[in-house]
């Protein structure tokens, strides 16, 4: 063999060598991580109750470590190619701030009115005389509840997303809103929409009594007191029997329509709401009115929010984010800061609360854990940290994924954990980077 055919075949053979030690290595790091895998599921998923003893199951662990090499290994190999890499770019994005230009900005809000009245004229599409969607009740109870955790993921975002206050109790200023709506009603008559100013008022109470005793408190010392907090309130509904039922809960109403009532049959004799309009009972009446209330209130308070976002106080909130100790040398009032967060942020959850009440007609302490919290803070950190349009957009992703995974009621919280995962390891920023907004600059002028 000449030389010139020996120099072609040495970078061939140069390749070959060089991806070699990948294709090792890849093999090396799925096995470990299929073993690894092995072990943390063989005591989750390799033993099942059955009765008062245990059954073994030991293929769920093996199929789930297999699984995992799989994943890791296509992971690891596809990571390689030109293809995965620009892909793997294309999903992970840095956790920073972009300015946007304005015509983004502009066909970004086109796109939010969009999908709000995409939003509102859906049901009535699932539901007219022409066609009527057989599961429109449990449609529309879903999305209520995914509204309502929209209004609190808009809150806690204030506290956690702009402020930088972690807070792990935020579920109390939920639990105050939806008991000030069902004692409200048992001891003073309170209607619907007069229990909506009344729990906003008494949660953003709630959150500045709470703001008090933490002004010098960060990090880690500031999470332990908010989940203290959060107990605390769930302690008081749970014992205080007398005022509010205990574990036994609180019965609250469902909302009225000037006073027409969404029942088969209104009380003493008075007039229901499809008796007024002449048509006939049906319960899905009461989640349209439901479900367009709060459309609206969510739609108000995520205009309210990008606008306190864009003010002065919105600024002060970011700032005392970044450095609290920068933000108080610039002359800005820390303590006003603090507690303007925590009060606004706590009064979102008031009224979400209230919603609460309102939809499920019936409150008690059992709704209101740290699961709870945990699950508003998930919605804060996978939509993006201060993110509007990220915010809702995970809210809609953790209540609407649960349901889909029903048939999957043994692995539901296994998948949704490595969903999370997954979406801390690619996305740490969440759904939605923070973006600002971009002004244009006048021809010959140079911004400050």
Known sequence: MNRPVLAA???AAALGEAMRPGWIGALRQALLAGGVALLLFGPLSGVALQGYDFRA???APWLLAAAVFCGRLLYLLGAETI???????????PPVTRVSSPGR??????????????????P?????????HPNLNYLLKVAILT?????????????VGLAGLLDLGYVAFYAVGAYAYALGHQYWGLSFWEAIP???????MAGVALAFPVLRMHGDYLAIVTLGFGEIIRLILNNWLAFTGGPNGVRAPHPTFFGLEFARVGKEGALTFHEYLGLPYSPVHRYFYIYLALMAVTGALAVTAIRLKQMPIGRAWEALREDEIACRSLGINHVMVKLSAFGLGAMAGGIGGVFFAGSQG???PTSFTFIESAHILAIVVLGGMGSITGVTAAAAALTILPELLRNFSDYRMLIFGLVMVVMMIWRPGGFSTPQRRGYPVEPGHVPA
């Open 362 to 364: 019936f409150v008690s």
């Open 124 to 132: 009535f599409l699932l539901f007219n005389p022409w066609y009527q």
């Open 9 to 11: 075949m040495e970078p």
């Open 147 to 159: 509204l309502i955790y929209v209004l609190l993921g808009l809150g806690l975002n204030i506290v």
């Open 57 to 59: 199951v030991p293929e």
């Open 198 to 204: 009344l729990g906003a008022a008494l949660a953003g």
């Open 83 to 93: 293809l995965g890499a620009a892909l793997l770019r294309r999903l992970t994005l």
């Open 105 to 122: 900005d502009r066909r970004r809000r086109l796109l939010a009115w969009g999908i709000f009245a995409a939003a509102v004229i859906g």
